[in-house]
């Protein structure tokens, strides 16, 4: 059973539910794990190491309607998907304020705008606003290939989008930094944050 | 109508529902909001100042069944409140990793440690290893004082459980530092924040 959002967007956080998958070519390090369920899995990874502590949200929910079946059991009866009001991942890593998205396309030669929401895209300007690091995760899944795009690259061309609906993989590869799978974590994206202050270091 | 979790703790985070609350004693700046809702709105404020970027995070939630009454709208029919692996808010203060929790006593000579999960110490302990600034906010009701408290001394009292299980009001007001309620934003932690950072630069 999959479950959208009113915008249709896929809702993924339900680990004890049985998900439906569409079968797809599984790439190295992929076995059957969806893309955020490798994020989590290195998350834990790098949390039971203490080599960063980076937590995704819980799904924003409004509740409605509590029902209490037994004494001192809440059961949640009526509820709603709410949109989020900020990305999905943050954390602290080296005393860093580390704040991501993580999307996935189908697309091979570019990454649509629509799948990021204008107040995340707000959201991101605060960030960096605050100097915290920001970026998004693109998974172009029919290619295998994930980048570490920096926030201030998306958030550039998100505001030109009357110029194009969508970010050339090109671009991504020139100004993000591609993550190779692996198998832990599978998602090795700290690596990636000190590639990039390696290079922006002042 | 008030929702509690399994442990009996107050659910508070539900803006649209009518709650039941007991009449209390409005001290100065309190008018009726709970300290969670004046913490919230005190986000707020920092955030449309381009201050701080800080947020609670969503209550976690365990989606068991969704039905969709109408096309494009899921309702969820069934779920359970989760207990949170982590503290409530988090975010970024001038490239400085913010994390802390709210709590609140009606005791007037010491805090109780039974307000704090085992897991939440942990994950303070991780966010400190990683050079996070992590911290408790202590609202004593029923004396209208709130401290920040900075989770250092919390662990290490905490650890020390066999010795008393609370921990005293004149040891706060040493280690911690009094937070003086206002009008906007209700609960100035960012002043706190800075006066931590004064006293504890190298």
Same mark, same amino acid.
């Given at each position: ?18 998900? =439906? ?9 992929? +076995? ?14 790098? @949390? ?18 509590? !029902? ?30 580390? !704040? ?5 396309? =189908? ?37 295998? +290939?994930?980048? @570490? ?14 110029? +194009?609906?969508?970010?050339? @993989?090109? !671009? ?13 974590? +599978? ?16």
């Amino acid at each position: 059973m999959s479950f959208r959002y009113p915008n249709g967007t896929l809702y993924h956080s339900v680990p004890n539910l049985k998900k =439906k998958q569409t079968p797809k070519k599984s790439g190295f390090g992929k +076995r059957g794990m969806s893309f955020e369920e490798e994020i989590n899995q290195s998350n834990e990874y790098y @949390l039971a190491r203490g080599l960063a502590v980076i937590h995704k949200k819980p799904t924003p929910v409004q509740i409605v309607k509590v !029902d209490y079946p037994q004494r001192s059991m809440a059961k949640i009866t009526e509820a709603y998907f709410k949109t989020a009001s900020t990305t999905d991942y943050n954390g602290v890593y080296q005393g860093k304020y580390i !704040d991501f998205e993580a999307k996935e396309t =189908k697309n091979k030669t570019s990454f649509p705008f629509k799948n990021f929401h204008a107040h995340q895209i707000t959201h991101m300007e605060q960030v960096l606003a605050q100097n915290g690091f920001c970026f998004v995760l693109l998974s172009f899944s029919s290619l295998s +290939r994930i980048f @570490l795009y920096p926030a201030e690259y998306l958030i550039h061309r998100y505001r030109k989008q009357e110029e +194009r609906k969508s970010i050339k @993989l090109v !671009d991504i590869e020139n100004e993000g930094i591609e993550i190779i799978p692996a198998i832990s974590p +599978r998602i090795p994206y700290l690596q990636a944050i000190d590639e990039y202050f390696k290079n922006h270091e002042k």
